[in-house]
């Protein structure tokens, strides 16, 4: 198959023209506002406990994790740039854990990003429930002898007549969120 620029581009233009209708019928409504301490969620049963705090939701979900007390954040940030040191000698895939990338920024919001099924796992993720492998903050693993406090505020996408909502849509919505608040970790998505 041939390269066909002029193709290309219309489909690119048919998506954007298809994404700015659907934007008609959307609705972003806070869903969770959740502030808790380090300490919630230190070890399994109170990170179980903190969790099921969560509400699951069949619709896509925007999520902010945010400490708002600078020193706490300055500690974070200090605290991550020694572990990743030490993190990244350690062999990937065996020992290494796969942490958020440091944006080199002091902003309220430690990391932004979207589920399109599973908040509360995805969440449980970020604060060091979850696998190595899995690409996310794991703030317990680093963090674990740090008493901070953060808040994690989710937002609901949905489509006002039910209308389902694909992956591209909902990061074009999170990549807008993620300019806004310049998070200190992670990456925009599908990018």
């Known amino acids: 198959m041939s390269f066909d620029q002029n193709r290309i581009l219309s489909t690119v233009q048919d ?48 999520y902010n994790i945010s400490c708002a007390d600078e020193v706490q954040r300055g ?49 449980k993720q970020h604060l060091g429930g979850g696998n190595f492998r899995t690409y996310s903050l794991h703030l317990s693993k ?11 505020s989710t937002y609901v996408i949905r489509h006002k007549q039910d209308g389902r909502l694909e992956r591209p849509f909902v990061e074009l919505i999170e990549q807008a969120l993620w300019d806004h608040y310049k998070p200190v970790f992670g990456k925009k998505s599908g990018l």
């Open 15 to 62: 998506q954007l023209t298809m994404f700015e209708k659907l934007l008609t019928y959307i609705e972003i409504t806070p869903v969770t506002e959740l502030s808790f301490s380090s300490s919630e969620f230190c070890d399994k049963q109170r990170l179980t406990n903190l969790i099921s705090k969560i509400r699951k939701s069949n619709y896509p979900i925007v």
């Open 142 to 152: 680093w963090a674990n002898d740090l008493v901070y406090n953060i808040t994690l």
């Open 75 to 123: 500690q974070l940030i200090s605290r991550f740039q020694e572990f990743q040191i030490r993190n990244a000698i350690q062999t990937r895939g065996k020992d290494r854990l796969n942490v958020s990338r440091f944006n080199n920024v002091d902003s309220e919001t430690l990391y932004l990003g979207s589920s399109m099924n599973d908040i509360p796992g995805r969440i």
